[in-house]
T-cell receptor, first 120, second 116 residues
Framework: DSGVTQTPKHLITATGQRVTLRCSPRSGDLSVYWYQQSLDQGLQFLIQYYNGEERAKGNILERFSAQQFPDLHSELNLSSLELGDSALYFC???????????????????FGPGTRLLVL | AQTVTQSQPEMSVQEAETVTLSCTYDTSESDYYLFWYKQPPSRQMILVIRQEAYKQQNATENRFSVNFQKAAKSFSLKISDSQLGDAAMYFCAYRRSGAGSYQLTFGKGTKLSVIP
């Protein structure tokens, strides 16, 4: 168990609909990352949040958006769903800690169990 | 942009034997991190091992070890005394070091089968 939780585990919906995926990072982790795993595209980075702020964007569609809340949980919103959005969506978290000499970043990301989305 | 290549889509190994999974990467950075993640049929992504590029010593974790060749940009994973539970997809991943670019770049994966 990585300590990262994701809900729901499975989601079945129809084209054109909107869904929200939720992620709770490990205790103490400030960074949350979202990845999409599909058969044709493999594992792709979507977006990263650090302590409530967007920090990096990858191959995220305009129909997708995310946010990180004050309690550090994150939500990934997928709208106007298409058949090709069917995939496994992972959330990962890592810690960033301020130290006396500056800020350092943990380089290891721990993954949640994923949300399997099926668009029919 | 960084790329990660796993040239072996599938491999198999006899139980108790040793197997090596290959990974090469392309980067212009001098400082970075490399990872191997395991994805069993449950689909959970499990960290197997990590290597810091500035370290010359190869990382080891119990039966798992890496052969890190920085000049050749090669990062192979050796699994010793293979067990049935090692059967999974294995992904090699790259990440730049330091602030500014945090995402992992993954290879396409190698499916490992363990034969009893």
């Amino acid at each position: 168990d990585s300590g990262v939780t994701q809900t729901p585990k499975h989601l079945i919906t129809a084209t054109g609909q909107r869904v929200t995926l939720r992620c709770s990072p490990r205790s103490g982790d400030l960074s949350v990352y979202w990845y999409q795993q599909s058969l044709d595209q493999g594992l792709q980075f979507l977006i990263q949040y650090y302590n409530g702020e967007e920090r990096a964007k990858g191959n995220i569609l305009e129909r997708f958006s995310a946010q990180q809340f004050p309690d550090l949980h994150s939500e990934l919103n997928l709208s106007s769903l298409e058949l090709g959005d069917s995939a496994l969506y992972f959330c990962a978290s890592s810690v960033a800690t301020s130290v006396a000499s500056g800020r350092w970043w943990s380089e290891t990301q721990y993954f949640g169990p994923g949300t399997r989305l099926l668009v029919l | 942009a960084q790329t990660v290549t796993q040239s072996q889509p599938e491999m198999s190994v006899q139980e108790a034997e040793t197997v090596t999974l290959s990974c090469t990467y392309d980067t212009s950075e001098s400082d970075y991190y490399l990872f191997w993640y395991k994805q069993p049929p449950s689909r959970q992504m499990i960290l197997v091992i990590r290597q810091e590029a500035y370290k010359q010593q190869n990382a080891t974790e119990n039966r798992f070890s890496v052969n890190f060749q920085k000049a050749a940009k090669s990062f192979s994973l050796k699994i010793s005394d293979s067990q049935l539970g090692d059967a999974a997809m294995y992904f090699c991943a790259y990440r730049r070091s330091g602030a500014g670019s945090y995402q992992l770049t993954f290879g396409k994966g190698t499916k490992l089968s363990v034969i009893p």
